[in-house]
Nanobody, 128 residues
Framework: QVQLVESGGGLVQAGGSLRLSCAASERRFSNVAMAWFRQAPGKGRDFVALINWNGGNTFYSDSVRGRFTISRDNAKNTVYLQMNLLKAEDTAVYYC?????????????????????WGQGTQVTVSS
């Protein structure tokens, strides 16, 4: 069974940093586009960052651009999200997701319904 497992969440003070990891159980994830989404209590699931199959193309939501960095290590079947200058409004459950039908990003890559496989989520809490 295909799995994505997130780790690295936790409690951090505003202005601090966290690094999330998403480990894939199968080698084929190294050939597909991946994404990080987040969901705050009572809100929908919003995209945070996108990355194409080889890491050569990335895209960020306006709210995190300049503070967060998405990257991947295909040799380790792992995608990362480095989060710096964290704010209270970054508090959410963070999910990684894989689009098994795409290697590259396109105009709809930020939509949750593009993604076939999801991790279980990891909680990030930023105290102000």
């Amino acid at each position: 069974q295909v799995q994505l497992v997130e780790s690295g969440g936790g409690l951090v003070q505003a202005g601090g940093s966290l690094r999330l990891s998403c480990a894939a159980s199968e080698r084929r994830f190294s050939n597909v586009a991946m994404a990080w989404f987040r969901q705050a209590p009572g809100k929908g699931r919003d995209f945070v960052a996108l990355i194409n199959w080889n890491g050569g193309n990335t895209f960020y939501s306006d709210s995190v651009r300049g503070r967060f960095t998405i990257s991947r290590d295909n040799a380790k079947n792992t995608v990362y999200l480095q989060m710096n200058l964290l704010k209270a409004e970054d508090t959410a459950v963070y999910y990684c997701a894989a689009d098994l039908d795409a290697r590259e990003l396109d105009s709809s890559s930020g939509r949750p319904d593009r993604y076939d496989t999801w991790g279980q989520g990891t909680q990030v809490t930023v105290s102000s």
